[in-house]
């Protein structure tokens, strides 16, 4: 394990962070070659506009090839920090506008790499919200908005299997 001390004054990676059972930690798990490539090959596909560095999807993979160790490195050590976003604002079908936050594709592949792995170990604890034309959000009297169909189950407890 690595004792590299982030900004925080804590281990970016200790003893903690491995999960019992399992040959590597949550952090090491998004960080190995197979899953950056499969966000990769993600970010790649979904192309989307560039972020405020003004790098492009296409650009992305060769200057990954020139700076990921740098960027590994700042992960491992708990120092990389996302860019801004870019604010862009896009044209609303019915008419209007609406603000959009572009995150650098950088960032994206990052952000996918982590939703490959954390995804499948939290998606088993929420269940579909189904959305019928009888349970539509439904405002209360207090104002706030509520969608009747949306239940999320606790973890099961130690020792307990789901």
């Given at each position: 394990?690595?004792?590299?001390?982030?900004?925080?004054?804590?281990?970016?990676?200790?003893?903690?962070?491995?999960i019992?059972?399992?040959?590597?930690?949550?952090?090491?798990?998004?960080?190995?070659p197979a899953?950056?490539?499969r966000?990769?090959?993600?970010?790649?596909?979904?192309?989307?506009?560039?972020?405020?560095?003004?790098?492009?999807?296409?650009?992305?993979?060769?200057?990954?090839?020139?700076?990921?160790?740098?960027?590994?490195?700042?992960?491992?050590?708990?120092?990389?920090?996302?860019?801004?976003?870019?604010?862009?604002?896009?044209?609303?079908?019915?008419?209007?506008?609406?603000?959009?936050?572009v995150?650098?594709?950088?960032?994206r592949?990052?952000?996918?790499?982590?939703?490959?792995?954390?995804?499948?170990?939290?998606?088993?604890?929420?269940?579909?919200?189904?959305?019928?034309?009888?349970?539509?959000?439904?405002?209360?009297?207090?104002?706030?908005?509520?969608?009747?169909?949306?239940?999320?189950?606790?973890?099961?407890?130690?020792?307990?299997?789901?």
């Amino acid at each position: 394990m690595s004792t590299t001390v982030e900004r925080s004054g804590g281990s970016a990676l200790s003893e903690e962070d491995v999960i019992p059972g399992l040959e590597t930690s949550v952090c090491e798990e998004f960080l190995s070659p197979a899953n950056v490539g499969r966000a990769l090959r993600r970010v790649e596909a979904n192309r989307g506009a560039p972020g405020v560095d003004g790098m492009t999807t296409r650009e992305l993979r060769p200057w990954i090839r020139e700076h990921w160790a740098g960027v590994r490195e700042a992960l491992d050590a708990g120092t990389y920090r996302p860019l801004p976003v870019r604010r862009a604002v896009i044209p609303r079908p019915g008419g209007g506008e609406r603000a959009l936050g572009v995150p650098s594709v950088l960032d994206r592949l990052i952000q996918q790499a982590i939703a490959q792995v954390l995804a499948p170990i939290f998606d088993p604890y929420f269940s579909p919200a189904v959305v019928t034309p009888a349970s539509r959000w439904h405002s209360t009297a207090s104002g706030s908005f509520t969608d009747t169909d949306y239940h999320v189950p606790s973890p099961p407890k130690a020792g307990q299997s789901q």
